[in-house]
């Protein structure tokens, strides 16, 4: 076997669904450029694309009602206007999220109320009932990386307090908790697909729920702001469904290459999955570093390895070990990466959330009179002490979806060689 060290891996960039692009995809655009017909509602050779989409997607889910929509950032922003998610109401969601899914609460008006997470990385059952106030109106779960953690008893305290759930799954589609899909758990939920995502058209997002009326109110949001009759026709007298739309329809190319990859989602997750596996079993002979928690291994759709150390100096240590060990990190892409450079993922990162900036260069949300009670919410590091101990402390590596054997056999190398060099064996 060749030595990696002397090698320097060039790994494939671990964008999932796109590894696994072929001509299938590329007959899927074809079919819809040679119909002429590129948008969702209408077209000279119709192939209704997008409705196929919504059923198929739907059907995986194990949920009623889908929505395809331009991409993830418009469909949480959708969402939150059917929750009826507005200035006056709190929304509870995680420190470790994309920055999307908080630019989302603070379009919508609302005022982002910060939750620590657990041993998953995702939000704390408990931190969160504490955060409960009378102005709660909604909840953002958040399994990042496809690991999706204490999401029924998050379900089952909204349930008790009357707040909407809604799960941003931009990262999780084809993850799953013991047979039940991320996405339907809530009372909402989005999916993105763009190119960093588990499937992907490079652009696009779902919206999935069971309930009619959140349903009718998300397809008004996020076309016109009014709902379609039988026939096609806008319906503008149904004042219960009246909304300022965003216009973010999915197009007829993304939804037919979403459809392939759709039927490849359970290849791409199970080879990230597996690959996660092994070499969470060569980690695990060591002292001194841990893999965050997964309710349940089979469900997790692979993606990220999230190593936690006892402190930053051996995170870091062991991130420049692996690249030490012939891990190449390529440009634009992530490999290792200890998580305090995580960018926009960490809530102390992201500018506008700590200095409280506002939408348009008026005042900002936090000034609005109906948030009056939120003037002095703090958003910077040291919020959630849980997660900043976390993010000091763990190293992620970014699996790939489509690795050669040789390549594994490689990366489980420079894996054993850097544990060998800084850890001690159980
Ligand atoms: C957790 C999370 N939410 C929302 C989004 C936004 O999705 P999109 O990039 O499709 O707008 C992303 C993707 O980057 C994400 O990772």
Redesign the pocket.
Known sequence: MNNLKDKKLDLPQEWPGALHYDEQEVEAVTRVVRAQSPFRFYGLDHQREVEQLEKEFAEYIGIKYCLGVS??????QVALAAMGVGPGDEVLLPGY??V??VSAVVRSGAIPVLVDVDRSFNMDPEDMESKITKRTKAAIM?P?GGVIGQIVKVAEICKANNILLLE?C??SSGASQFGKMAGSFGDMA?F???I??NITAG???AIVTNSEDLYKKAFSAHDLGYTKDAEGNWDTENKEYQFWGIGCRMSEITAAIVRVQLKKIGLITSSMRNFKHDLIEIISEYKGISSRHVADPAGDSGGFLKMIFENKEMSVKFKNGLIENGIKVRQGGFYPVHMHDWGLHIYSNIPALVGKKSICGHHSVWELQENDFAKDYKYDKGTLPVLDSFVERTTLFCIASKLSDEQKALIKQAFSSTCNSLLEPK
């Not at 991409?71 to 949480?76: C, E, N, P, Q, V």
């Open positions: 991409h993830g950032t418009a469909a949480l999220f994309w999307s899914t958040v990042m941003d931009a990262q989005i993105s697909f763009q960093n995502k652009e696009g997002g």
